[in-house]
């Protein structure tokens, strides 16, 4: 049984930030509630108020414009992003981490912009973010924010978001058009798994960036490489910029071994 | 309390409801349509699937309340006057049941996964349904209900001799 609270749903933006700026800490908003009822049914987060957010105007809006790029709504699925033709052709990483996200039927609750807001360290959807400069809107009663993944998150399940503010939507670039990437998951299993460690390798313009999940306390980035580096040094690179621990999944030692050896297989791969 | 409006299986109903209930209660206990089950109750084992507006979601992690408005289908409307639905035909002749505890969720992953790729090959099988777990009867008889019920030849990939 999942402890009490209340349930709203609001028909407008300004009506559902009405009620997190009067709430704050003591709301959760629920978006596709994979994460969030199973926390609140673990008793891990205990609101007052849970704020469903897929009934505001536009919520699940996945659009395209020329000048900002691709535009993420709050209630976006990762099987809306799946489904997307121009996501499949012009952003092919993202949709290769969305794959790899838990299984079907999560995928078609679970939300893109829930997943980097819970900040988990596995988030499948970061690694690709972060390597396609993507940012997010962050808005709140007091106005809105744009901050780039590089600096949303804070540390283990944290972000820059204050208690009253929601990510109103993701803005993947159009600059990013044209990036070729892969990303590898380590999965105690074939089927559907949280990560032990996940590798993106994306490339540009003869520009390269590495996006690794669940090995430091938030989703790294490591830009700065080109094409004209060696893969010893995009090991070395990367190695220097994540700080695994061991866990329940596995050991530091092992997750170093697979970061480095994912970034050696994908170095190549997207070549 | 909340009132609700949904759609279940066709059959309209307006019921006050605990906002903190999930559809999984309320579809088992509120409308007694125990079809639905409840494996680990935290999106990993598929036992709960069914569709809601027309996707499949794991109904553990769906509130009632966020069915108001929606339509809702479970197991119990996947035989049609009676006579069993294709799917559920291959199940029965294959011997893809054994306790039954996931077979509604695989009978309706089954459906979805049909409904946009009608021909799967055994590895799009075995992806469509990689939310869907069972614990005895083995997936080698699910597989081939699923490529008999998508009117495959039994057998491809090698699965009557692995």
């Known amino acids: ?271 | 309390m909340k009132t609700i409006q949904v759609t279940v299986n066709g059959k309209h109903y307006t019921r006050d409801v605990v906002e903190s209930r999930t559809l999984l209660r309320f579809l088992r206990e509120d409308l007694g349509l125990t079809g639905t089950k409840e494996g680990c109750g935290a999106g990993e084992c598929g036992a709960c699937t069914v569709f809601f507006d027309g996707r499949t979601v794991n109904a553990c992690m769906v509130l009632a309340a966020e069915a108001d408005g929606r339509t809702v289908e479970t197991i119990e409307g996947e035989a049609k006057d009676g006579k069993l639905s294709v799917i559920q035909e291959a199940f029965h002749m294959h011997h893809a049941v054994q306790c039954g505890f996931c077979t509604s969720g695989m009978i309706l992953s089954t459906r979805e996964l049909l409904h946009s790729n009608p021909k799967p090959t055994v590895e799009e099988i075995k992806d469509g349904l990689e939310g869907n777990f069972c614990r005895c009867t083995g997936y080698q008889q699910i597989i081939e209900a699923i490529l008999d019920a998508s009117g495959q030849p039994v057998g491809e990939g090698g699965l009557k001799h692995a």
Not at chain 1, 175 to 199: F, M, P, Q
Not at chain 1, 216 to 237: H, I
């Open chain 1, 1 to 271: 049984m999942l402890q009490e609270f209340r349930y709203a749903a609001p028909k407008s933006r300004s009506e559902l930030l009405g009620l997190l700026a009067e709430h704050g800490a003591k709301a959760k908003v629920l978006a596709g509630g994979t994460d969030l009822l199973v926390n609140i049914r673990s008793g891990t987060i205990k609101p007052e108020l849970v704020i469903d957010l897929k009934r505001f105007e536009d919520a699940g809006a996945l659009t395209w414009d020329p000048a900002e790029g691709l535009v993420v709504g709050p209630a976006t699925t990762i099987n809306d992003l799946l489904r997307d033709p121009r996501v499949r052709r012009d952003f092919p990483l993202l949709a290769v981490c969305a794959h790899d996200l838990a299984s079907y039927q999560i995928r078609n609750r679970a939300t893109v912009i829930g997943n980097v807001v819970n900040a988990s360290p596995c988030s499948d959807m970061a690694p690709g973010l972060l390597c396609l400069g993507a940012r997010a809107v962050v808005t709140s009663v007091r106005g809105s924010r744009s901050v780039p993944f590089t600096d949303f998150f804070t540390g283990v399940k944290k972000t820059v978001l204050a208690a009253d503010e929601i990510v109103e939507r993701i803005v993947v670039p159009a600059a990013s058009v044209g990036t070729r990437g892969e990303y590898r998951k380590l999965k105690r299993i074939t089927g559907h798994d949280l990560g032990i460690v996940g590798v993106a390798v994306a490339r540009q313009n003869g520009s390269v960036k590495i996006g690794v999940s669940s090995a430091a306390p938030v989703p790294v980035l490591v830009a700065g490489l080109k094409d004209s580096n060696t893969v010893d040094e995009a090991v070395a690179a990367t190695l220097k910029a994540v700080s695994p621990i061991s866990d329940i999944r596995c050991t530091k030692e092992y997750r170093l071994f697979m970061v480095e050896t994912f970034v050696r297989r994908l170095w190549e791969e997207t070549k």
